[in-house]
């Protein structure tokens, strides 16, 4: 439902319908899931949050170890939300995002 059908047709061309919902993450999720850490952001225009939140359901009904922060600034591909990685552009430079890189850095240390 809220799956960038751009990316789907773009990497499974002319197998987009038969495959689309088999290669969506949140299908794929199993007790064999690694520990999973997702960030997100509300203001991403091209990824909607709720792909997110989606496969956070499934790693949860597996008992997938997992953390997740939805950011409320920032669109899609932050990086690091820094001037150094923003590839030029000023709308990938988002303050409340920098943190995620320490945030993952906390939760590696206790859960890998």
Not at 8 to 35: G, I
Not at 50 to 64: G, I
Request: glycine residues 8%; proline residues 5%; charged residues 20%.
């Amino acid at each position: 439902k809220f799956a960038h059908e751009g990316s789907f047709q773009s990497l499974l061309a002319d197998a987009y319908v038969e495959q689309k919902d088999a290669l969506s993450l949140e299908h794929l999720v199993s007790a064999l899931t690694p520990p999973t850490f997702l960030w997100h952001t509300l203001e991403d225009g091209l990824v909607a949050a709720e792909n997110s939140l989606l496969f956070a359901e499934q790693l949860r009904k597996y008992d997938v170890p997992y953390e997740m922060h939805i950011f409320p600034r920032g669109g899609h591909g932050l990086s690091l939300g820094t001037k150094e990685t923003a590839n030029g552009g000023i709308h990938n430079i988002e303050p409340s995002v920098v943190r995620w890189p320490e945030l993952f850095a906390d939760w590696v240390k206790w859960n890998i």
